[in-house]
């Protein structure tokens, strides 16, 4: 039995490296996936694995520490008994019979037959015991809520001060759901009717529209979007169905010239250049050069020429330059994308969050210098806190009377999601029950 093959040694493998080196787990996953010979059964397996164990940690290691009191364990034998829980709990077609010989098997393979008879006698106990760390269906206080649904405490206090416990404890369920694969037509090479034809002859893969955005598709049985060849043929983009709202939201017109202050990786700049009938001109700046490569390249692939790129921080940027409208998608905690980056649930702070708040206050102040006059300003977040997102804004419009809350916004929004999100005058927040997508904060705003 080759154990450093099997999908429960890779995800194990992955999780490892995804604590030591503070990677990041969907670029780490991805890059493991790659290396590894497994099947795409196999492949989703370690991807359900790895990703649920690091949903699911507070949870996991509350019943690990309760299960070995305080005894010390290395990170790998945490992570394997992590791995294995995980299955008992929350996979219902593995036999537990499977994940004990298994776990064992691997414990003795990374360490002794001291550890393997360890970690037998750990999962048996729990096995033995399960009645005592049933999760309450309906839990109460907030210890009780940040265990049943695996969020940080501060986090869950946070969702519930801004949208009340109810919604909170929808939006949190929805985060332990694996996440949507959604695309987005490329305007300029089709319509959406017809690209939802050409994949009728594909075997396993399954295609609807989306209910959020005119160009969105959302696709099962793809595995990695990205290696498919009508991907490589500029066909479509991979981008979530939330973010697919920002283009039409801003409504931009061929000929604008177009500042995108955060454009990096590229999605919503091609986007705003679809919509503009690749007319026009959108200046595009990154601080990363390597990301501004990632816009260039997007670019290529699609089609579009109108898109020019710098390696430029926006509070840099030439006075003189002026713009008719200005995308700002601000550097944010993220929090909307925790079901396809769940290790966000772990290195947040509430502290950050106040760092970055005051980062956004810097970027809408440099950007709004460069707006003409009656020209646009769209800010976006994937996040949710009203800190990053409404109270944001307010304040924005508080101390520059020369914008003015823009409240053509709902005019561009589907039905679906005018009867779903939570709408203001002149913005919308998506939360991920709303359509299980990603959690995200659109503005518009208009100057004078």
Known sequence: MHI?????????????????????????LHQQLEKSNLDGRDKRLVTELVYGSIQRLNTLDTIIDKLVQ??????????????????FLFLDKIPERAIVHEAVEIAKWRGNIGIGKFVNGVLRAFLRRQEEFVLPKNPSTRRERSLTYSFPEWMVMELSNSYGEEVANRVMEACNLPPKVSIRVNSLRGDREAFLSQWETEPYISVEASTMSPDGVVITGIGNAANHPKYKEGLFSIQDESSMLVAPLFDPKPGMHILDACAAPGGKTTHLAEKMNNQGAITALDIHQ???KLIDANAKRLGI???????????????????????????????GVIPRKPDIKWRKSAYEIDQLVLIQQQLLEA??????????????????????????????????????????????????????????????????????????FIAK????
Not at 72 to 83: A, E, G, I, P, S
Not at 309 to 326: H, S, W
Request: charged content about 25%.
């Open 4 to 28: 450093s093959k099997t999908p429960r040694a890779w995800a194990l493998d992955t999780l490892e490296k995804w604590r030591k080196e503070n990677a990041f787990s969907n670029l780490l």
């Open 367 to 440: 950007v709004a210098s460069k707006i003409k006059s009656d020209g646009i300003l769209l800010y976006s977040t994937c996040t949710w806190t009203l800190e990053e997102n409404q109270h944001q804004i307010a304040r924005f419009l508080e101390t520059h009377p020369d914008f003015y809350p823009d409240n053509t916004l709902s005019y561009h929004l589907p039905e679906k999601v005018k009867e779903k999100a939570v709408i203001g005058e002149n913005w919308i927040q998506i939360l991920p029950h709303h359509f299980h997508s990603d959690g995200f």
């Open 290 to 292: 390597h990301k501004i």
């Open 70 to 87: 305080k005894k010390k364990l290395d990170l790998w034998v945490r992570q394997l008994l992590q791995l294995s829980l995980y299955q």
């Open 305 to 335: 020429s109108i898109i020019e790129t710098k390696a430029l921080d926006v509070r840099k940027l030439d006075n003189n330059e002026m713009f008719d409208a200005v995308l700002l998608d601000a550097p944010c905690s993220g929090l």
């Open 445 to 448: 705003l208009r100057k004078k």
